[in-house]
């Protein structure tokens, strides 16, 4: 094989590997689960009409890697009467599964926990209207360690 012949498979390669990584960047999906659809999603909180009230927002933070894990929400929605709680998993943990939940506690009501191996995000939702809530959100590392977690100790919103 002459030296010229080897030149040129060579830069037809790397000029087909540049195209082939470029398409997959550009196919590839962007991290697009947003709070708004996580709110929407019958997944999530199940509420069409796409309204909210934010409550509180926490962050949730791997201190070991030195890496944001995840946004713990407690949203409102006067119209069905609810409230939510969605743990969004942020950064390089979006779109990488490992333990994540979010769990609705309703004082003097059934407790509503969403909890699984899940990549983008985890949602609890239910009737709240004169009641009392805690709440948790939690994601495990996704290079190992701990899980990290959001939670009350006493309860919350109770007007």
Same mark, same amino acid.
């Not at 927002?57 to 609810?82: A, F, K, S």
């Given at each position: 094989?002459?030296?010229?012949?080897?030149?040129?498979? %060579?830069? %037809?390669?790397?000029?087909? &590997?540049?195209?082939?990584?470029? !398409?997959?960047? %550009?196919a590839s999906p962007a991290s697009a689960h947003t709070l708004r659809e996580a709110v929407v999603s019958e997944q999530g909180c199940g509420w069409p009409n796409g309204?909210?009230?934010?409550? !509180?927002?926490?962050?949730?933070?791997?201190?070991?890697?030195?890496?944001?894990?995840?946004?713990?929400? $407690?949203?409102?929605?006067?119209?069905?009467?609810?409230?939510? $709680?969605?743990?969004?998993?942020? &950064?390089?943990?979006?779109?990488?599964?490992?333990?994540?939940?979010? %769990?609705?506690?309703?004082?003097?009501?059934?407790?509503?926990?969403?909890?699984?191996?899940?990549?983008?995000?985890?949602?609890?939702?239910?009737?709240?209207?004169?009641?009392? !809530?805690?709440?948790? &959100?939690?994601?495990?590392? !996704?290079?190992?360690?701990?899980?990290?977690?959001?939670?009350?100790?006493?309860?919350?919103?109770?007007?």
């Amino acid at each position: 094989m002459s030296q010229t012949y080897r030149r040129v498979v %060579v830069r %037809v390669g790397l000029a087909l &590997g540049l195209v082939l990584a470029s !398409i997959a960047f %550009v196919a590839s999906p962007a991290s697009a689960h947003t709070l708004r659809e996580a709110v929407v999603s019958e997944q999530g909180c199940g509420w069409p009409n796409g309204a909210y009230t934010q409550l !509180i927002r926490n962050d949730l933070w791997d201190d070991q890697n030195n890496m944001p894990l995840g946004e713990v929400y $407690v949203l409102w929605n006067g119209t069905y009467q609810e409230n939510c $709680v969605v743990t969004l998993r942020v &950064g390089r943990a979006d779109g990488v599964a490992s333990y994540t939940e979010a %769990v609705l506690e309703r004082q003097g009501r059934t407790t509503i926990r969403d909890e699984g191996n899940y990549a983008h995000y985890a949602a609890a939702s239910g009737y709240a209207a004169d009641t009392c !809530i805690k709440w948790t &959100g939690s994601i495990k590392a !996704i290079y190992g360690g701990l899980i990290y977690g959001s939670t009350t100790t006493s309860w919350r919103f109770c007007d």
